[in-house]
C-alpha cells in the first residue's frame, strides 16, 4: 500500500513481481528441480506436495516485456507462475527414459503418513498478467521436460 501511494504521489511506475519457484540455468543445485537434474540418489520427503514452478526463460520474457510496455497504470503487482502445481513425483516422471533407469529414490513418503499433505499450497494466479501483457501461457510441463534433458 505504501508503494502504491508512492506511485501516484511520484506519479511514477512502480511495478512489483511475486516470482514462484524460479528453475532454469543457474546452477542452483539445492532447488528441486535442479536436484533431481543434477542427482542420480533422490530422498523426497513429501513426494505429492505440490508447487507451482516457472522457468528463468519464461520470466526473462515477461520482464522483457515490461520493460518495453508504456503503463497507464502507476502501480501494479503480477504473480510470474504457471498457475499450475507440480509435485516431485511428477518432475521425476519428466526425465528422460535412459535417466530414469538408473535413478534410485529414497524416502517416499506415502499420503497417509504425509503430514504435509493437507497444508495449503501455494499455486498462483496467472491471469492478470497473461491479459494486461498478452503473453502466452507457459507449457510448464514441456519446459521442465526440455530442462530435464539438457
Keep these: ?3 502504491k ?3 501516484y504521489q511520484l506519479k511514477t511506475t512502480f511495478i512489483i513481481l511475486r516470482i514462484f519457484s524460479l528453475f532454469g540455468n543457474f546452477n542452483n543445485k539445492g532447488r528441486l528441480i535442479e536436484h533431481i537434474k543434477s542427482n ?5 520427503k513429501n ?3 505440490k508447487s507451482d514452478f516457472i522457468s528463468i526463460n519464461y520470466l526473462i520474457k515477461i ?3 515490461i520493460i518495453k510496455k508504456k503503463y497507464k497504470k502507476n502501480f501494479n503487482i503480477y504473480n510470474c507462475c504457471s498457475s499450475i502445481g507440480i509435485t516431485p513425483v511428477e518432475i521425476i516422471n519428466l526425465l528422460p527414459k535412459e535417466k ?3 535413478i534410485k529414490i ?3 513418503i506415502t499420503r497417509k503418513n504425509n ?3 493437507s497444508r495449503n499450497i501455494c499455486i498462483g494466479n496467472n491471469k492478470k498478467i497473461l491479459k494486461d501483457l498478452k503473453i502466452k501461457k507457459s507449457l510448464i510441463f514441456r519446459e521442465i521436460k526440455q530442462y530435464l534433458k539438457n
Design 1 to 3: 500500500l505504501l508503494l
Design 115 to 117: 503430514i504435509y499433505s
Design 5 to 7: 501511494k508512492f506511485s
Design 47 to 49: 513426494p505429492f506436495l
Design 106 to 108: 529414497k524416502g517416499i
Design 63 to 65: 520482464i522483457l516485456i
Design 40 to 44: 542420480d540418489k533422490l530422498k523426497i
Design 100 to 102: 530414469l533407469r538408473n
